[in-house]
């Protein structure tokens, strides 16, 4: 990577291109679905794409019996069940659905899959181990994360909580829960017995699979705690399926009371959101981010970084403006998390540095994502440039959170097969791959 495939201009204005044709009628299973139909919230739910056979019948001839047959072997291996929007199904280019950034995000193909790192773990930023009463995670000294669900409106195959979102797959068990206002309560006491704790991420599982009443509940309880000061709902909803924002009036007026509620006791509920590629951004997201702009709810969009999604220059820059031009601010790229079923999407720190390289200085400052590294073992986000040492050759960086878990090193490694042969060969041996990590860490001075 690096800027020779910078083909962006200070003059191109290609981000400022909205898509608003009727792309749905593309799709076979859509050609006679209107635009009042596609627009309806409930209509894109009820028709929700939870299983290959349905893959199949919507596409018709445009699915070849190779790519069903490679969907399904797909199925054995992820961790994450299907669940897909047909507005974002029917973004995909199906002329080339093996390329397509939209199509590996939601629909994992068997051929796609590569070995997990040996380092991999299924909760790698141990919001488990860090969690002082169910569905809480304190990790950050002001900061808390609230998992109230673990369902959402689509499943990612790259999910960083694959191993308790959208129900057992063939690969995986797990549970899988819902709302539950009884076994809120110890949250809410737990909140109200930390006074440093300002900051509450409301995530899943996806805010957007909260109902109104439990969206006005979670805020009201919330918000009565003196010292919170700031509620981010965490939703990916916005860039799969945008008409729950234009069209669900009931959950729209019920988010927009707790904001401004909030707004008249001095505090913020701003949204998070969850764009990864700018093939995902069409004039529906403009209009679904301009109804939360007229209320003043502030959006930020979080990515994850993922190899043939969102690893080049040229998208990431087009993401970032796209995004800007819509009032949503670019506020995290992620390194992806070593968890399983991900190892093909996953890049090095090298690569995320240049990318952050590159696209800095493209727009204004606060337009600018954080390229950003969160450390296996729960040492929350870190720059990507702020490692103690990177030894590149050997794909291990090295690093310190010292407001977080003071005292303790973390490590992150890069994919294997972005390393040189020999070192490859290395990283097959145990007792290699202990060596390696622990001259790193004597290099790194600990
Ligand atoms: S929307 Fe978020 S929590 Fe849900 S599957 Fe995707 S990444 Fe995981």
Redesign the pocket.
């Known amino acids: 990577m690096g800027t020779d495939n910078l083909k962006f201009t200070l003059g191109d204005l290609a981000h400022r291109n909205f898509r608003s044709d009727e792309f749905w009628r593309e799709i076979p299973g859509y050609k006679d679905v209107s635009r009042e139909e596609f627009q309806d919230h409930k209509w894109q739910l009820k028709n929700s794409i939870v299983k290959v056979d349905q893959v199949k019948n919507i596409l018709g001839h445009r699915c070849t019996d190779a790519f069903y047959h490679d969907m399904l072997e797909g199925q054995k291996i992820t961790p994450?069940n299907i669940r897909i929007t047909p507005y974002i199904f029917s973004l995909i280019n199906w002329d080339d659905p093996t390329n397509d950034p939209i199509r590996k995000q939601f629909l994992p193909l068997g051929s796609q899959f590569l070995p997990d790192h040996p380092y991999y773990q299924e909760d790698s930023l141990h919001e488990d181990i860090d969690s002082p009463v169910p569905t809480l995670t304190h990790r950050y000294p002001d900061k808390v994360l609230f998992l109230p669900t673990?369902i959402?409106?689509?499943?990612?195959s790259?999910?960083?909580?694959?191993r308790i979102?959208?129900g057992s797959t063939e690969a995986v068990e797990k549970e899988t829960y819902g709302f539950n206002p009884k076994k809120m309560q110890d949250v809410f006491d737990y909140i109200k017995s930390k006074p440093a704790v300002e900051d509450v991420v409301i995530?899943?599982?996806?805010a957007f699979m909260l109902t109104s009443k439990q969206i006005e509940f979670i805020g009201d309880n919330l918000l009565e705690i003196p010292h919170i000061r700031r509620l981010r709902f965490?939703?990916?909803?916005i860039a799969?399926y945008p008409q729950k924002i234009l069209t669900d009036d009931e959950w729209f007026n019920a988010l927009n009371r707790v904001h401004k509620k909030a707004r008249s006791m001095g505090k913020q509920v701003v949204i998070h959101t969850?764009f990864s590629s700018p093939k995902e951004i069409t004039e529906w997201s403009r209009l679904a981010v301009d109804r939360l702009f007229q209320e003043g709810i502030v959006v930020r969009n979080q990515a994850?970084l993922q190899e043939g999604v969102n690893d080049t220059v040229n998208d990431m820059v087009l993401l970032v403006r796209q995004l800007s031009l819509m009032n949503v601010q670019p506020y995290y790229v992620y390194m992806h998390d070593m968890v399983p079923g991900c190892e093909h999407f996953r890049t090095s720190i090298h690569e995320g540095v240049e990318l952050e390289k590159a696209v800095r200085g493209m727009t204004a400052g606060f337009n600018t994502p954080t390229f950003v590294c969160d450390l296996p073992g729960g040492g929350g986000k870190r720059h990507v440039a702020s490692y103690e040492y990177y030894d590149r050759d050997h794909g291990i960086s090295v690093w310190r959170a010292p407001n977080v878990k003071p005292g303790q090193v973390f490590t992150y490694f890069d994919p294997i097969r972005k390393l040189p042969k020999e070192v490859q060969a290395r990283w097959a041996i145990e007792s290699e791959r202990e060596k390696m990590i622990q001259e790193s860490i004597k290099k790194a001075g600990f």
């Open positions: 994450m673990t959402c409106p689509v499943y990612c790259y999910c960083t909580r694959s979102i959208g995530s899943g599982g996806d965490a939703t990916k909803g799969i969850h994850v």
